[in-house]
């Protein structure tokens, strides 16, 4: 009976896994998309791009990130 239910649950487990799949694929067609818009309107996807990724970023870590990025550029005469 036990094995039953454990089938069950799992086959349960596997078809909200494989749901949620399909979610993430067609929210990353999505965004796929609002960069393909905003490329046509002449924005730089790749600068938006690393805009979004600074904003997902706690203020610490940013500017944590931004001093690293400083110190190596100088370090190689970059500035």
């Known amino acids: 009976m036990s094995d039953i ?3 069950d649950q799992l086959r349960l487990f596997i078809e909200r896994i494989e749901r ?4 993430k694929k067609a929210m990353a ?3 796929r998309d609002v ?7 002449g924005y730089d996807t790749k600068t938006m791009r690393a805009v979004v ?3 997902r970023m706690e203020k610490h870590h940013r500017d944590e990130a931004e001093a ?6 100088a370090a190689l005469g970059l500035k």
Do not use: G, Q
């Open 35 to 41: 960069y393909a818009e905003a490329k046509a309107n």
């Open 20 to 23: 949620l799949e399909e979610e």
């Open 5 to 7: 239910i454990a089938a």
């Open 68 to 73: 690293m990025l400083e110190t190596y550029c």
């Open 53 to 55: 990724r600074l904003r």
């Open 29 to 31: 067609d999505d965004i």
